[in-house]
């Protein structure tokens, strides 16, 4: 598998909205990593980024950047329908890759995906990077020092209205369009908590879901409903929907386990509530400015051969196979 001798030096395919404060200044903020070049099709906002955050060079097509010679690594932060076509090419280029979630549009395209990075020897991180925030490791530090005892049951909640603030502003709505994004909110938003629960208990072993569209405000589906059974036999019941009024938004998790419980949100309140013999525990995380900061340096460490995979493929692959079992 190659590794990235020296400074991982980027080049971020679709440098939009989230790459405004959410990942694309991190990557000149972490050691041996240095941002040297973006691209977006319409090349005066390319140009204007790079004017901005202080990058060398723009373009106005990913054969262009590719061919960048000083590049070594690509940042794809497109809509999902173009991340299998363009990690795929990065990779035919010797470049190592990271790729935003959902990593692509299907299990099917994952595959491929996890396929080519063999074949070609490059390095593939997707951009779960909630499993670096403080919150989900006090997570993860609590149940593996048996705080709520073995866990049983995870139940999740997430209600919105139709005008959601939840996702990053577009110009576009490409979320709500499945050719791009593979369904509808449920897939934007999703594998982030589904990515956590598979990172907390493994490759689930059983799963079941639908979605549907209630509230008719666009054509992609606003209801979900996915049951998945892990390996470690901790069950997991969710629903999603985009069609609340907006006194009724929630978003919500809770962990059960046989000595207690663990409640906490997985996109609005870095609070955590721990529930056991001892009593109720509010402990409060911290958010990185920059929120991708810490996966980003852990993937540079990764590209450079000094740890391993903080996301790999194969995981995102799991996250993947529950979206596609609600279509």
């Not at 973006?38 to 980024?49: E, G, I, N, T």
């Not at 499945?178 to 509808?184: F, H, T, V």
Request: proline residues 5%; glycine residues 8%; aromatic residues 10%.
């Amino acid at each position: 598998m190659k590794v990235t001798e020296g400074t991982v030096k980027w080049g971020i395919i679709g440098a939009g909205d989230v790459c405004e404060k959410k990942s694309g200044p991190a990557f000149s903020r972490v050691p041996d990593s240095e941002l040297v070049a973006v691209m977006r099709r319409d090349l005066d906002k390319a140009k204007d980024y790079a004017r901005r955050h202080h990058v060398l060079r723009y373009y106005g097509s990913v054969h262009e950047l590719l061919a960048d010679a000083e590049v070594n690594a690509i940042y794809i932060a497109t809509p999902p329908a173009y991340h299998e076509e363009y990690a795929i090419a990065s990779a035919k280029a010797g470049k190592q890759v990271y790729i935003e979630k959902p990593v692509t549009i299907d299990s099917v395209g994952c595959e491929k995906l996890i396929k080519v990075a063999r074949q070609q020897q490059v390095r593939m991180s997707v951009a779960h990077y909630r499993r670096k925030l403080p919150l989900f490791l006090k997570v993860k530090e609590l149940i593996e020092q048996d705080a709520i005892g073995e866990v049983r049951l995870v139940e999740i909640h997430l209600f919105q209205s139709p005008e959601n603030n939840l996702v990053a502003e577009t110009e576009s709505n490409w979320r709500i369009i499945p050719e791009i994004s593979g369904g509808g909110l449920f897939h934007d938003l999703a594998p982030h908590q589904l990515d956590i629960l598979c990172w907390l208990f493994g490759e689930p072993d059983f799963f079941s879901g639908y979605s549907f569209n209630q509230g008719g405000a666009y054509g992609a589906p606003d209801t979900t409903r996915l049951s998945a059974r892990f390996q470690c036999s901790v069950f997991m019941n969710g629903v999603w929907s985009f069609n609340m009024p907006e006194q009724m938004k929630e978003d919500s998790c809770v962990i059960y386990g046989a000595k207690g419980k663990i409640r906490f949100s997985f996109f609005r309140d870095p609070l955590l509530q721990l529930v056991n013999g001892d009593g109720c525990q509010e402990i409060v995380n911290d958010l990185p400015a920059t929120i991708q900061q810490p996966m980003i340096r852990d993937v540079v460490r990764f590209f450079k051969g000094e740890i391993a995979n903080p996301a790999p493929l194969e995981e995102a692959l799991w996250t993947m196979q529950l979206l596609d079992s609600t279509l």
